[in-house]
């Protein structure tokens, strides 16, 4: 969750999904970053569901990256990521890093963090992430 300013100038909190590419050297040479088209309901429980697509363009073979806030999409990212990466490192939830140092905690708590090998559907996100009873 990113806090930022909206049009009153009062901040306000949104979700997003964010996808980071490395050189052989490990220096960022790509990132990426989807937002929520909302802002995020504080003390409510939520399920975001990110997707990184590495062949969504089956033409150029270049990947999209997908957010998913309960069962609705969020913006989307087309044409990311030319060339598909494995990760590797460590998997970032709830904090950021800038210029080396970390910071940007989320004062939340994680209930659950589940991690797929592949892209997912819409409806395979539907039936297989998001529990019953959980929309949003």
Do not use: C
């Not at 995020?40 to 429980?45: F, I, M, S």
């Not at 990184?52 to 363009?57: E, G, L, M, T």
């Amino acid at each position: 969750v990113v806090k930022r300013e909206n049009d009153l100038g009062q901040h306000i909190y949104l979700w997003e999904f964010a996808r980071t590419a490395v050189g052989p050297d490990g220096t960022v040479t790509q990132s990426t970053v989807v937002p929520a088209t909302y802002e995020a309901q504080v003390g409510t429980r939520v399920t975001l569901t990110g997707v990184f697509n590495a062949q969504a363009d089956p033409e150029t073979g270049d990947g999209d990256l997908d957010l998913y806030v309960g069962q609705e999409p969020q913006l989307q990212e087309v044409g990311t990521f030319p060339t598909p990466q494995q990760g590797s490192g460590e998997l970032s939830w709830g904090r950021g890093t800038a210029a080396g140092s970390t910071g940007h905690y989320f004062t939340g708590a994680l209930e659950q963090l589940r991690v797929w090998s592949g892209a997912m559907t819409v409806d395979q996100i539907r039936s297989q992430v998001l529990a019953p009873g959980i929309t949003g």
